[in-house]
């Protein structure tokens, strides 16, 4: 991706900061605020972060009038342009340019941490997107350095494809027969034998269940228990209290009116 140099962006604004000269490093321990004036500062004024390309500048203005008091080109960060000092998180060291060749070293300090952390967080997050683009124009020069992903078969390769394997196929066999009640099997179809024995073509026949009366219903199970057996037994039922529920006949009831049998037979 082709870089606009001449668009500059804003980073980063602080209304207030402090510049202060430092002495010249000690040792290779590195910088610290505690050994300079901090109640005396060189300069205070506004700090400006702008970004031009993939290079960041600080710059050091008039907080009233806008002019420039100092800047700083950074390259890259963290680096020798931008360096923290060992004993606080508020001041940094800086490299600030003329522009003739010149440069300096000067203490650079904030009144309160949140503004040197968001000093911090502005060039980190700069210079991290610089090298995100570096590594993209890379692989947009190079785009066979990629690896491919190759998705075809090879030679003998083979794919297979299970269909229905999980699918349960209905019992097409008729309803199971339902016992009935009382534990006893149900009557045997027409003319079928039973333990051997074929019933007599005018034997009892079973009686349908809805045309079938209480006491039809318990003669026909008695018949079928003994044909069970093997055995084919006639003989009259039980007595009537326990297998005929129907009520009696006319025939057979007795007559209301015991004078009436008289009364009919009259004289001969």
């Known amino acids: 991706?082709?870089?606009?140099?001449?668009?500059?962006?804003?980073?980063?604004?602080?209304?207030?900061?402090?510049?202060?000269?430092?002495?010249?490093?000690?040792?290779?321990?590195?910088?610290?605020?505690?050994?300079?004036?901090?109640?005396?500062?060189a300069w205070s004024g506004r700090?400006?972060?702008?970004?031009?390309?993939?290079?960041?500048?600080?710059?050091?203005?008039?907080?009233?009038?806008?002019?420039?008091?100092?800047?700083a080109p950074v390259e890259e960060y963290p680096g020798t342009i931008v360096e923290a000092v060992t004993d606080s998180s508020r001041y940094f060291v800086i490299r600030i340019e003329?522009?003739?060749?010149?440069?300096?070293?000067?203490?650079?300090?904030?009144?309160?941490?949140?503004?040197?952390?968001?000093?911090?967080?502005?060039?980190?997050?700069?210079?991290?997107?610089?090298?995100?683009?570096?590594?993209?124009?890379?692989?947009?020069?190079n785009p066979s350095t990629q690896p491919?992903?190759?998705?075809?078969?090879?030679?003998g390769q083979t794919i297979k494809i299970s269909i229905g394997q999980n699918i349960k196929k209905k019992d097409g066999g008729g309803a199971k027969a339902r016992p009935t009640p009382g534990g006893l099997l149900p009557p045997p179809p027409s003319g079928a034998k039973v333990g051997g024995v074929t019933p007599p073509p005018g034997g009892h026949q079973p009686v349908p269940a809805?045309?079938?009366?209480?006491?039809?219903?318990?003669?026909?199970?008695?018949?079928?228990?003994?044909?069970?057996?093997g055995h084919l037994v006639t003989f009259p039922p039980p007595a009537a209290t326990l297998l005929d529920f129907g009520s009696p006949s006319p025939a057979t009831q007795p007559s209301a009116d015991l004078w009436g049998d008289f009364t009919a037979a009259g004289p001969k």
């Open 148 to 155: 491919k992903l190759d998705l075809s078969f090879k030679e």
């Open 210 to 229: 809805a045309q079938a009366t209480a006491g039809d219903l318990q003669l026909t199970c008695w018949h079928h228990f003994m044909l069970l057996l």
């Open 1 to 41: 991706m082709a870089e606009d140099d001449s668009y500059e962006s804003m980073l980063c604004v602080k209304p207030e900061v402090h510049v202060y000269k430092i002495p010249p490093r000690a040792s290779n321990r590195g910088y610290r605020a505690a050994d300079w004036k901090l109640d005396e500062p």
């Open 98 to 141: 003329d522009g003739n060749g010149r440069h300096a070293f000067i203490g650079l300090g904030f009144a309160d941490r949140g503004d040197s952390f968001d000093f911090n967080v502005a060039l980190q997050d700069h210079f991290k997107w610089v090298k995100q683009e570096g590594e993209l124009a890379k692989l947009e020069a």
């Open 47 to 71: 700090m400006k972060i702008t970004a031009k390309g993939k290079k960041a500048f600080i710059k050091l203005e008039d907080r009233n009038t806008g002019e420039l008091f100092a800047q």
